[in-house]
């Protein structure tokens, strides 16, 4: 599963990409900057495309326990109900009057039948009862299996965050000039063996059908075995560049974006994770250098200062 | 672990592809629609081919539930026929009078007590009783413990799903013609680093003897990094390919199977994902196209119509 | 992760492969049937090589459920001895008389504990028999909380097995002959994507200090993309390989040793799943070749009979 | 996810390897022993790189059960308090007379509830109680249910160990000298495919502002399919080599760091596994080479003695 850096000249266009040659009619992007793509499938079977699990898996903690909640107050209610519904005199030991105390009642001792804490202060008497709290304390310890399930789904997923740039910049390099960000990793996780893919796709003329042209960008260099602090991605703009010659008003016209992908090994939870974004044409600053991020450090480690990461100098090109 | 996608000559034959050379006799396909193959393996020891875990895993959810329920029940009335054995008097504050109801009241202490929800009410009184109820409450913990092993299993496990068209086509291409289908991703998991390989199955000749031939296909494009929408494979029928210069009638008699396998990764589970399935002669559709899937869209996104993905629109050929 | 087959010559020599230039001293091997290696590390630090996850997950179920059922026992033995250390009169609810029947009681209000069951007619009176119960309680949710997270990963890990023909044939192949042997997967998981590697170790001379070469054999076909039924694995012995004009009895007095390592992804379960063994000097029969193991068949499927896999005939050469 | 082994000229540098061009203004390493990186990434947002679950996972056992220990007490000794505040009146069958038995009985009962063991001889009485009572025996269960899975998370991480000889020798090798250390297996668990890639820091000059150079070093032999018992991984130093002609003070005053990184498949566990460590020139021996750890074997297997692992001889050179 390497990715694929191979250059491309501007011959080798992608036909489709997967985003087919309709995109370029309006001034969008085709990557969102939290990496997800910015398409729209209609008429896909709903229940087809459900995963309730992904669903539970993916949504914020706040929502899942609130989901959590209310389910198990849901449940509640409908044993409850069925309590009631075959008399609560099925019931021993309860102690309410009124029929909304003894629904209370019934409640609760659903609540302790669910959990499987059974106090045996209510409990029930009869067939019934027995059969119904035989039933919802076997449902009650499946669910809690299943939430045991999610809650370690949840852990385990791969977390890595990847720190982008906010500006992608076009710098001075050796002799030309190169397009550049940089990226850092946002968590404590070791990541390794991080691989990174440029692939610009610029529109070919001002004309409303013209089409995209898709460019794997060859990169300085496209992998790094180690990944403790920062790195920026140099793409110098040569001659084999789809860039090369290229004006910033050029650049706006033909409505650039970059998309980056990055794949790498997390070290610590021993998976791949990837990692998406793009740059628009007006996220790229001209004439510009990123700051200096590493600091002297009075320990005997290499240190850098984060808060300069984003950071980015204006310098004239010497050309 | 990539898919080798090698381009074969006609002297470049798979000697057997773990199908053998016997697969020829009847017009019988190999690979399933689903994916599954289509042989059968006999005199295969019984239980070393069992795998009970796969099984409980794949079944329907349906199944899954029935399966737990009756295990649930059964153990039940195991436990509970053992309360009678040892007499039901070892068990205090029983209702029953009847030996039926007795043997209830043994079956929800049973369930009460497999389940740890341990109300009281009904309880072990001397030594076996409370030996077996011990027994039984780890029983059930273990068991219940094997459940969320197996919910978690079943959850977890790749569920991406690949749509395929529901035919192939003979399409114009170019200056010559191409064998074309398109996929999609039907569930909303995103798909990263689709790899595809499409084998061709031909008879030599009409002779009922004669073997097949397996040729790797030369496709357009065997790969692509981001699948958000659909994705047309497409394989040029020029001088390379084995589909050169033969007709539908050929195609027919050659009995002629294409075999799709595709690998992903699934970046929402990070999972590596395969799907399989193949197009029997009778699949393909000579001079169509494949109708357009792409949608104007009001908002700022770029949509597709999935209800046309298996649209095909008849052409003439050009030559 | 991909299998390395390069066809080495007999210069390439590895210089030690893990094992050391020592091991053929004696006619002994160094990949056992089952895959593991003939090997043994003496003075490793003792607790650094134990691994007690490893040895729960790998021993058998009988094995494991008979750990699980004492540690059970020993535990409950030992929270029995604690009540009766602070006075068994902090339990409540005991009938016990003899001391004997008073330390039974303990134990089973400990087994009523430590599963959660609490049916409350035994219980806790006073600080420390509740203190000493609370632990409990925790300490046998946590124990029950190992115990599944084992039986899941007991479960979860691959099972995949391959089926190796008892003997390795020297057969006639084309116009010379060929080292075969044959695999089938013995299990209904489907595995895709089946690479082999065979290594030939092989002495140099009859000399008992001579040294071992190592010979990465060069396949017919080294991967296959499907297994659903059978592969026979092919080595020609051509002038390329270290096989070439080697007789009978010279193989034997090389004490020549073939190591197969298969490396496949398992489709069912989304895991790469490896599986070695070897053909040593003895387990190679010459002139034969495999029963046709392929039968015609009712169904519109391809079948085969397993109960041939290991069958051989006998065969001339041709030379 | 192959490394990339690519032998480099002293002109293909690296430009930053994600440690910046800063690293050499001081003699300190890299990588720690450990395989850590040494570095400091400051202003990093705390709530970003923090990772409960990672911190959960990779504490030490003890860490990890003080830590479930205290997290039981603080939620008992919470709910408890909340049983105080709307009057221990509330719970029937507690036998406290003054407060703190009271609070006491409330914190047992809280005990018996989240665990729930629910014996019922303390039980709720009335709403607000029976309220509690319901949420904190559903917060026992989600409680338990994630130390379920991080129980497991925890046994099931990768946790192979690679044994690294404390130095790294220049030994004679054939006409010429080469670098070499020795790696083991410290673990039971069976590594296959085993890939290791050596890279050299070197300083320029002995300017304190010279820069840091990168060689990934040519190996003898970069991967073993087997890992049975050690391996001395071999960089000759030919003309090649950016250690060719450097004598052990001009190394020393280089401040070099070789950092190793090893790749393997835990067979055991279906996993790939990473290690990583360095040597600084201090811990380089010129002119060694490691003790024989084969020993003769009484039984039929190959042996070798783990003692004499870190085991070196002085040697003369040759030349």
Redesign the interface.
């Given at each position: 599963?390497?990715?694929?850096n191979r250059q491309t000249t501007p011959e080798d266009e992608?036909?489709?990409?997967?985003?087919?040659?309709?995109?370029s009619?309006?001034r969008?992007r085709?990557?969102n900057k939290d990496g997800?793509?910015?398409?729209?499938?209609?008429?896909?079977?709903f229940f087809?495309?459900?995963?309730i699990?992904?669903s539970l898996?993916?949504m914020s903690w706040l929502k899942f326990n609130l989901v959590?909640l209310l389910a198990?107050i849901v449940v509640?209610l409908f044993f409850a109900s069925l309590y009631m519904l075959i008399g609560v005199n099925h019931l021993?030991g309860i102690?309410g009057v009124t029929t909304f105390e003894k629904f209370?009642d019934a409640f609760?001792f659903s609540?302790?039948?669910i959990?499987?804490?059974?106090?045996?202060?209510i409990?029930?008497?009869g067939?019934w009862a027995?059969?119904i709290?035989?039933v919802e304390?076997?449902a009650?310890?499946?669910g809690?299996?299943?939430?045991?399930?999610?809650?370690?789904?949840r852990?385990?997923?791969?977390?890595a965050?990847i720190l982008y740039s906010k500006k992608a910049i076009i710098a001075p390099y050796k002799e030309i000039t190169a397009f550049e960000f940089r990226i850092?990793n946002?968590?404590?996780?070791?990541l390794?063996?991080v691989e990174v893919?440029v692939?610009a796709s610029i529109k070919e003329s001002k004309d409303i059908n013209s089409k995209r042209k898709f460019y794997v960008l060859n990169l300085?260099?496209n992998?790094?075995?180690?990944?403790?602090?920062?790195?920026?991605i140099?793409h110098p703009i040569d001659e084999n560049s789809p860039l090369y010659g290229v004006s910033e008003t050029e650049l706006i016209d033909s409505e650039a974006e970059f998309?980056i992908?990055i794949k790498a090994?997390d070290?610590?939870?021993?998976?791949?994770?990837?990692s998406r974004t793009s740059y628009l044409y007006h996220e790229i600053v001209w004439g510009a250098k990123f700051q200096n991020?590493?600091?002297?450090?009075e320990?005997?480690?290499?240190?850098?200062?984060?808060?300069?990461f984003h950071g980015i100098d204006k310098v004239g090109f010497l050309a």
């Open positions: 599963m390497k990715l694929k992608f036909r489709d990409l997967g985003f087919g040659s309709k995109i009619s309006q969008k085709m990557v997800s793509f910015n398409v729209e499938r209609r008429s896909l079977p087809e495309s459900l995963s699990y992904h898996l993916s959590v198990y509640n021993g102690s209370l609760f609540g302790q039948t959990t499987t804490v059974g106090y045996g202060v409990h029930p008497v067939f027995s059969l709290s035989l304390s076997m009650g310890l499946l809690f299996a299943l939430a045991t399930g999610l809650l370690y789904g852990f385990s997923r791969p977390n965050k850092a946002a968590r404590k996780n070791q390794i063996e893919q692939t300085e260099r992998l790094i075995n180690f990944f403790p602090l920062t790195w920026t140099v998309i992908m090994f070290d610590t939870f021993s998976q791949s994770v990837h991020i590493y600091v002297e450090s320990l005997n480690v290499t240190a850098v200062d984060m808060s300069k």
